[in-house]
């Protein structure tokens, strides 16, 4: 579903590489965590992804479709088929979790209908069925991060990438966060998920691509995160 | 996208964002009312050489008893066999001469009297001291140098007279403030490119939090523009409306009504624009602002929406 084929990255010409030579295949269906401390390349390579950026060197390949080659009119079809969802929830303040989530299949050109079945479809899915009217400020952290999830899953894309989505939140709820992530790679959708937390990695044993100064120092199924070593604890 | 949502969006977009939204508007409004008035400016000299040309003719002057300073009057007032010798030279000139008449003298000072009824001048200038006259109007109005060259010096002509030239007087001062006022107009649009660049850039700025996810929920470039030139589109057009209804006022009471009067009253001269020009050019503005508007915005989009 998603290939880093000996990709590295450099913001500046001249710059230490953010990602060096990452070689990673991500398949359909799979849940990776992609760990490491601040600036070994995690949120990097979420960016090429959704292609907010252009890979220095190598290739990328999302859903099939070669990064590199694609022209900047496709980019939106690209981004469609990942949902997003970020540490700091990025919610609209002035609209209500119904409109969060509506937004997006209003600029995507949906059906009133659609949208009338869809979005308490996808709140149910995150458990915030009946918090719809609320508007974001009224909701705790873990709340918010839930509304952004359903707004990152209401096109029912086959990716879903969250960079640091328990960043702000605590551990309690960030577990909750996982465990939603959890019950949606269940469904199809292959998650991946950037993080430094060692406690939700080891708890929910998943596969850990490890980045240190933008290389891969571990690549695991069923893996763990080791904090003293990657002198976090 | 759906139009009731882009609606709501252009809705929301314009009333955050009200006072830049109403300086683009009047920024619009005198750039257009400029560019207007150069344009009617333009229409109104045409209108005039329409009229004017028809009916300018060229005069020939005789010679009054005191005008003996000119050497072609050195012997006083026009002579009967002088007069006599110039009408039978105009009817040769038959090909260049559409038609001509004889103002004797009792006429001229008739219509001097009438002209200048409420001057205090008038009782100071006696009978004689006004010209009898040849008034030729000419088959071709650009042939003047023609005839002029054939009566200029003649026994008995004082001077002779091209009314176009007073008439291309009035076209150059016309064409020079047809001129100004596109020239400003000219300004004032390099004013509103700017104001509207600003503008697009501190919405996308108010917005980008909007634009950011509309981004990564992957919506077209086309989506995420779209709101922002509906909106300066729907701006420049308001100041087009208004520019428009100034020109109209312009020309519905200030040319049509008070010139016209004022001037028929006095030389019973007509052939002022009308609001039938104003129609004419509306096509015109409302094309420019539109074309002002979505350049701009296309320029200014590129630059500080990212897709």
């Known amino acids: ?233 | 996208m759906r139009v009731g949502f882009l609606l709501g969006e252009v809705w929301n977009g314009l009333r955050r964002n009200t006072s830049m939204v109403v300086a683009v508007v009047l920024v619009t409004m005198v750039s257009l009312f400029f560019l207007g008035s150069g344009l009617l400016a333009q229409r109104q000299v045409d209108t005039l050489k329409g009229y004017w040309y028809d009916k300018v003719q060229v005069s020939i002057f005789l010679c009054t008893p005191d005008a003996t300073d000119v050497a072609s009057c050195a012997g006083g007032g026009v002579t009967d066999a002088q007069r006599d010798q110039l009408r039978s030279d105009l009817d040769r000139l038959d090909g260049l001469v559409e038609e001509y008449w004889f103002e004797s003298n009792e006429e001229a000072y008739e219509r001097f009297r009438e002209q200048f009824r409420n001057s205090p001048v008038l009782d100071s200038i006696p009978q004689e001291a006004i010209p009898e006259s040849f008034r030729v109007q000419l088959a071709d109005p650009t042939k003047y140098e023609v005839v002029a060259s054939a009566f200029e010096g003649a026994p008995g002509v004082e001077s002779v007279e091209d009314q176009r030239e007073v008439v291309d007087k009035l076209f150059t001062f016309l064409n020079a403030v047809s001129l100004a006022a596109v020239g400003l107009a000219a300004t004032m649009v390099a004013c509103a490119v700017l104001l509207i660049g600003t503008t697009i850039r501190l919405t996308a700025w108010s917005r980008r939090r909007e634009t950011n996810i509309m981004r990564l929920v992957g919506a077209s470039a086309f989506t995420i523009h779209v709101p922002f030139l509906v909106e300066t589109v729907l701006a420049t057009l308001v100041g087009a409306a208004l520019a428009i209804g100034l020109l109209w006022g312009m020309v519905e009471y200030g040319i049509s009504g008070f010139l016209t009067d004022l001037l028929a009253g006095q030389t019973g001269m007509i052939g002022l624009i009308g609001t039938r020009d104003l129609w004419a050019i509306i096509p015109i503005l409302l094309g420019g602002a539109v074309l002002l508007a979505v350049i701009t915005s296309w320029l200014a989009l590129r630059r500080h929406v990212r897709v």
């Open chain 1, 1 to 233: 579903m998603i290939t880093f084929e000996n990709v590295t990255m450099r913001y500046a010409k001249g710059d230490a590489p953010a990602l060096s030579d990452v070689d990673v295949e991500i398949g359909r269906g799979d849940f990776v965590f992609v760990v490491g401390a601040s600036g070994s390349g995690k949120s990097t390579m979420m960016r090429l992804i959704i292609l907010e950026h252009h890979a220095t060197q190598g290739r990328v390949l999302v859903a099939g479709q070669d990064l590199s080659r694609l022209p900047s009119r496709k980019v939106p079809s690209l981004r469609r088929q990942v949902g997003t969802v970020f540490q700091d929830f990025r919610l609209l303040s002035g609209k209500t979790v119904n409109q969060n989530i509506a937004y997006v299949l209003q600029v995507l050109g949906a059906k009133r209908h659609t949208i009338r079945q869809l979005v308490p479809e996808t709140l149910e899915l995150v458990g915030l069925e009946d918090k719809g009217k609320r508007l974001p400020h009224e909701l705790s952290g873990g709340e918010q991060q839930r509304v952004a999830i359903a707004r990152a899953m209401v096109n029912k894309p086959p990716i879903l990438l969250a960079d640091e989505p328990t960043g702000n939140l605590d551990p309690d709820t960030s577990q909750e966060i996982v465990a939603i992530l959890d019950r949606i790679n269940r469904t199809g959708t292959t998650v991946v998920m950037a993080t430094h937390d060692t406690t939700i990695v080891n708890r929910f044993r998943k596969r850990v691509v490890q980045l240190r100064d933008g290389v891969i120092v571990r690549d695991q199924d069923e893996g763990e995160y080791d904090a003293v070593e990657e002198g976090l604890a």
